[in-house]
């Protein structure tokens, strides 16, 4: 249902706010009074005297959505902020467009296409996910918290499902390596892997990449406010062997990088307004 709701507001010419239930009141309390929003979509009535949406209020009608133009909002997602409050990072339509061109160009169709998504829908990681795999008529298959307690279910969920791309955190790679039976063996359809988020090592790069010697391991680097992630690298055999630690890549198309006062500029529609 949260799917439904990003898809809907974006049809509807509308930024979105993803909330994850499960942070603590007080935070969500926050997010709500600084977003003001007109709706809320929920999948049960909230404590809160803004009008609440619930899956039985919608109804089948038909209407001519305007969509969203290249400088509306597409989402505002919240970090944490560098004073612990709640600090809403904006991106717009052209920004989620480029970046979603940008990692469908790393990835070929094949004969099923199944995209695995780690990240909860609150955190920008998953856009990594969502977006790309819409765009390539792709199946989106979600991970949730009570997977990544009990990895019996992540296991059984890779044998479930012909998975074609990973999207994830490279410490939840970390974990699955050890599951068993995790190799192109078994899982001869997984041919993409995309990290961010975290610094990748050298180690699981390489584990990895025994495991899964044809396939393509995507290193990139972002933060938030510049629409998940600026810079990505496939690691190859000759960059395991030539870098420890392994480079985060080269700038995406439509960003440019500098270096002033060893602080990193980025520049280009990908930085949040």
């Known amino acids: 249902w949260m799917l439904v709701g990003m898809l809907a507001s974006l049809k509807a010419g509308i930024g979105y706010v993803p909330i994850d239930v499960s942070i603590p009141r ?26 609440t949406i619930t899956p039985s209020d919608v109804k089948e009608e038909y209407y001519n959505l305007p969509g969203l133009q290249a400088d509306d909002v597409a989402y505002t997602i919240f970090t944490s902020g560098s004073t612990g409050m709640p600090k809403g990072v904006t991106i717009l339509s052209e920004s989620l467009n480029e970046f979603t061109e940008w990692m469908t160009s790393l990835y070929e169709l094949q004969a099923e296409n199944y995209w695995l998504n780690q990240a909860p829908l609150s955190f920008d990681l998953s856009v990594m996910a969502v977006y790309p795999s819409l765009a390539t008529g792709s199946t989106l298959v979600m991970i949730d ?129």
Not at 28 to 49: G, H, N, R, S, Y
Request: contains cysteine.
């Open 26 to 51: 007080e935070r969500i309390d926050k997010i709500i009074d600084t977003i003001q929003p007109e709706f809320i979509f929920a999948t049960e009535v909230l404590a809160t005297p803004i009008q």
């Open 145 to 273: 918290k009570d997977m990544i307690k009990k990895p019996i279910d992540i296991y059984e969920t890779l044998k479930q499902y012909p998975i074609s791309a990973w999207v994830s955190t490279p410490s939840f790679m970390e974990m699955c390596l050890m599951l068993p039976e995790f190799d192109a063996v078994h899982h001869s359809n997984l041919k993409y892997f995309y990290f961010c988020g975290e610094a990748l090592k050298h180690k699981t790069a390489e584990s990895l990449k025994s495991k899964f010697n044809d396939s393509h391991i995507y290193n990139t680097y972002g933060p938030t406010e510049a629409t998940v992630a600026v810079t990505g690298l496939e690691i190859t055999e000759e960059v395991l062997r030539k870098y420890n630690p392994l480079p985060v890549g080269y700038a995406r198309p439509g960003v440019t990088l500098s270096i002033n006062d060893d602080e990193l500029h980025i520049h280009g529609n990908a930085v949040s307004t």
